[in-house]
Nanobody, 125 residues
Framework: QVQLVESGGGLVQAGGSLRLACAASGLHFRSYTMAWFRQAPGKEREIVAVISWSVSVTYYADSVKGRFTISRDNDKNTVYLQMNDLSPEDTAVYYC??????????????????WGQGTQVTVSS
């Protein structure tokens, strides 16, 4: 059974940084695309960043390009999201996600089947 556990969320002032982590188990991690999504109150869940199993392909939402960096450590079965220059518009619950199958790459929410519980990120003015 697949389990994804996020950590690293919290309260930060505008302009600050946070590093989120997602620990994965129950899958052959190094063969799976991993992604980060976020959902703000009253808004649809949206994709933030994607990293392929080979680390050769990444995707970022336009709103976070240049500020956020997705990375992975296959030896630790963990994917990270480094978030810099945070603004109040980044306030949301951030979710880690994985596709149902290995060797699958997707930049849409329909491509993901396994989800973590989410971690709250709050950015104050």
């Amino acid at each position: 059974q697949v389990q994804l556990v996020e950590s690293g969320g919290g309260l930060v002032q505008a302009g600050g940084s946070l590093r989120l982590a997602c620990a994965a188990s129950g899958l052959h991690f190094r063969s799976y695309t991993m992604a980060w999504f976020r959902q703000a109150p009253g808004k649809e869940r949206e994709i933030v960043a994607v990293i392929s199993w080979s680390v050769s392909v990444t995707y970022y939402a336009d709103s976070v390009k240049g500020r956020f960096t997705i990375s992975r450590d296959n030896d630790k079965n963990t994917v990270y999201l480094q978030m810099n220059d945070l603004s109040p518009e980044d306030t949301a619950v951030y979710y880690c996600a994985a596709p149902k199958r290995d060797l699958v790459y997707s930049t849409t929410i329909s491509g993901y089947d396994f989800w973590g519980q989410g971690t709250q990120v709050t950015v104050s003015s």
